[in-house]
């Protein structure tokens, strides 16, 4: 199969890429609105952008009834947020948050999501995920207001907890934190499979 994009339908466009980029981390944001409410949701558009300052990236894809999503609008609101690390433990929880709650619904109660305060933000984070970054709104990028359009959320990192067993001698262990991953549709990917290549000198 050849396509080229100039013939597809966004529809198309996006079911090539979750297809084919997998797995991809999933990012379980935790924000506040200026009012107070909370709000917990997924976003699989999710990577490191830097280490040095520490920068994480998260995409938010705008959806056909043009409504930026609670995430976004109260990050342009506190400028805070908790990035949470979802493992399977937590995934049933996780895709109860990816309902459409109105904006006034606060998630951690709606689907009884576990929250432990913060050290250095204002926003709790998730009890239960092994590892959490406080972050800070460093930047958003708008590569399209179209539907199905992005918008890159630049998070600086100030502070990351992780839990004691998935830690050790100060570093965290990826077998032990047991992260899923999204995959295309609803299908997910576990970590408790992995190999490794050392890389050639």
């Known amino acids: 199969m050849f396509q080229e994009v100039k013939d597809l339908n966004p529809q198309q466009c996006y079911q090539a890429l979750v297809a084919a980029v997998i797995p991809r981390p999933i990012a379980w944001i935790s924000t506040v609105s200026a009012s ?24 938010q894809i705008l959806p056909r009834d043009l409504q930026h999503k609670d995430t976004l609008s109260n990050l ?21 948050t990816c309902a459409n709650f109105p904006a006034d619904v606060d998630e951690f109660d709606a689907v009884a999501v576990p929250k432990v305060a913060s050290r250095v933000v204002q926003v709790p984070g998730v009890a239960i995920s092994p590892v959490r970054f406080e ?14 359009g992005g918008s890159m959320m630049l998070l600086d990192v100030l502070a990351i907890h992780s839990a004691d067993n998935c830690t050790s001698n100060e570093q965290i262990l990826t077998e032990k934190v047991n992260a899923v991953g999204k995959m295309g549709g609803s299908s997910y990917s576990t970590t408790c499979s992995s190999f490794e ?5």
């Open 197 to 201: 290549l050392r890389r050639p000198d």
């Open 76 to 96: 342009q609101q506190t400028g805070e947020c908790v990035v949470n690390i979802v493992d399977q433990d937590a995934v049933e929880l996780m895709n109860a």
């Open 36 to 59: 107070g409410v909370l709000n917990l949701a997924p976003y699989s558009f999710f990577t490191v952008a830097s280490c040095q300052p520490l920068v994480l990236c998260v995409t």
């Open 135 to 148: 972050c800070k709104l460093r930047e958003i990028i708008t590569i399209s207001e179209q539907a199905m």
